[in-house]
């Protein structure tokens, strides 16, 4: 659901989260994002960082210099100037994704679970237009809205793993890239040779919230190629300017 | 030989922090920092530190080479020895060339800060030198055998001195807390309920997250949210009723409701309390946490006076000394 005009829910005397909708949904996400760039290119003083969510838009601020009530007022003037935001993404990335069986160990498994078959899982999967929503977990973990139906599937109920760097992985009703190895409760369906962080890479994050993902099937020896060319520091996902 | 600091025994969750790693949380990276701000700003300011090593309760011992370096520790209430010779747990000390300084969990408190007067030759990852071993970033936790470079030295005091931080000192008084910013995820007699228990913190607790033991808190409206953003000092609540305070090395974002936030000016007396020991929670409003702020860190700004080994800590002798140098910000 969306809301009409966003709650403000105090995290403590120091954050407030603005929270614009209940759930998963590219408008909501949108106005979530819309306000962060405004309060990022105008920062009331105080203001010391912005962390979208799905739905909503964290803030943390120094109380001392500014009170909750002066900063819900400048939230208010600056969400009163905006229009319908618009929820077109401002680029569009396309990661090259390998859903050969050695670079997808859990593709067989998920399948089965959705009775589907490894090759028609990966046509799915690679066919999606996907919407970048959030951060979290871990540095470069970005959550994925846009999993087709046939392919939501419950997260397993213990986290196993570590799953590899570049896994793209699948749970609940959205997608992800590993970004780290990290135990998960998601299904490796894929991996791509791109980084998702690299501290040796300018900038280190690829990809920003409201960004519109897909994945081109590559075979198992692209899939290395690529890798060397990532590894060295290149960026081996495309990106095309949408607006 | 340049100055150098040799860590000789480190238990585990020895780590380097400091102010925290922030201006990335929307990228998933966690802002990590110290488990306890006050103590950690005692500690460097006295010292004229940019970060600290941060002990737990494993202790450490370390060793000055190269030069005689200004040392501040301040923290729980260590044992803290000088060459052998105890310390009280808020102090500026020389550590002389070849002198040892050891800490170890002393009567209270869980975290304790050593900083080294100077700059210490540590590489900023993302802005931060703040240690968040989970996602590698930042120093690895310290070991024995490690060696800290000094970039440059601060002059040592002549002599040890006690440092008055009376904020420091551990007390019963409830854990104030904020409700929110899910608390209608909870009928008000689960909001009674958790604010009449006395929880215990569990074993399994850690600079990500305390584990409160005590009644299972149940949710009116299921455990699964919308993930959002997370503060320091959120309580959320998961699925199985026990709640999770999410410490410094807390994940940037969360999926299970938040009952209620510590507030700023009990976060470090939160985080002092040892597994076994217990604590109960008070509701405050959001006028009352920000007045807690401000004498807080007022309290940390005047606090770290300095005073000579056994002198009377009287008004007096507190006004005579030198105030530390510079204003806080009162940062969280």
């Known amino acids: 659901m969306d809301y009409e005009t966003p709650r403000f829910l105090d995290c403590g005397e120091s954050a407030l989260s603005v929270e614009f909708g209940d759930s998963v949904d590219p408008a909501v996400n949108a106005r979530v994002l819309a306000l962060d760039e405004r ?175 897909r994945f081109e099937p590559i075979d198992a020896k692209t899939f290395l190629s690529l890798e060397a060319r990532a590894l060295a520091g290149e960026t081996v996902a495309r990106r095309e300017t949408l607006l | 030989m340049s100055a150098r600091l040799l860590i000789e025994a480190a238990g585990p969750g020895v780590t380097i922090q400091d102010e925290g790693r922030f201006g990335h949380s929307r990228y998933g990276v966690t802002p990590a920092g110290p488990m306890d701000l006050g103590a950690y700003l005692a500690a460097t300011r006295a010292a004229g530190a940019d970060c600290a090593i941060e002990v737990s309760l494993g202790g450490m011992t370390l060793r000055a080479e190269g030069a005689t370096l200004c040392v501040a520790v301040a923290g729980g209430d260590f044992d803290i020895r000088l060459e052998g010779r105890p310390m009280p747990p808020a102090c500026l000390l020389p550590l002389a060339e070849g002198a040892r300084l050891a800490l170890r969990a002393g009567g209270s408190g869980a975290w304790c800060y050593v900083a080294v007067g100077g700059t210490l030759d540590l590489a900023p990852t993302l802005g931060s030198r703040a240690t968040h071993a989970r996602s590698g970033l930042g120093p690895k936790p310290l070991a024995a055998g490690d060696v800290l470079m000094l970039a440059e030295a601060a002059p040592p005091p002549l002599e040890p001195l006690a440092l008055a931080a009376p904020w420091l000192a551990s007390s019963d008084a409830p854990i104030r807390i904020l409700l929110g910013p899910q608390a209608d995820y909870f009928t008000p007699e689960e909001i009674e309920a958790f604010l009449m228990a006395r929880w215990r913190i569990g074993a399994r607790s850690d600079r990500m997250a305390y584990r409160l033991e005590g009644p299972a808190i149940r949710h009116r409206r ?49 985080a002092q309390l040892r597994p076994g020991e217990d604590l109960s929670f008070r509701a405050v409003d959001w006028d009352q946490a920000v007045a807690a702020r401000r004498a807080y860190f007022a309290a940390v700004e005047a606090g770290a006076t300095r005073a000579p080994l056994g002198a009377a800590m009287s008004a007096e002798s507190l006004l005579a000394e030198n105030l530390v140098g510079g204003v806080v910000n009162a940062r969280d």
């Open chain 1, 39 to 213: 309060l990022r290119a105008a920062p009331p003083a105080g203001l010391r960082e912005t962390t979208p969510t799905y739905r909503a838009l964290f803030l943390r601020y120094e109380p001392l210099e500014i009170s909750r009530a002066a900063l819900v007022a400048a939230i208010e003037g600056l969400i009163g100037t905006a229009g319908v935001e618009a929820s077109q993404p401002a680029a569009r990335w396309t990661f090259p994704c390998c859903y050969d069986p050695e670079f997808a160990e859990d593709i067989g498994e998920a399948a089965a679970l959705l009775g589907q078959t490894a090759q028609s899982l990966a046509q799915l999967h690679a066919g999606a237009d996907y919407r970048a929503y959030m951060y979290g977990f871990a540095p470069g973990w970005c959550y994925l809205g846009g999993l087709p139906q046939a392919l939501a599937i419950p997260r397993r109920a213990a986290p196993r793993g570590p799953t590899p760097r570049g896994a793209a992985l699948i749970g609940g009703a959205l997608s992800l890239i590993a970004a780290s190895p990290m135990p998960t409760g998601w299904y490796v369906v894929g991996r791509t040779p791109e980084r998702m962080f690299a501290l040796n890479r300018n900038p280190p994050f690829l990809i920003a919230p409201g960004d519109a993902v």
């Open chain 2, 222 to 270: 299921g455990h699964d949210i919308v993930s959002d953003g997370v503060a320091m000092g959120a309580i959320q609540i998961p699925g199985d009723g026990a709640p999770l305070a999410l410490m410094a090395d807390r994940q940037p974002t969360g999926g299970y409701p938040k009952i209620a936030t510590v507030i700023g000016a009990d976060l470090g007396r939160l």
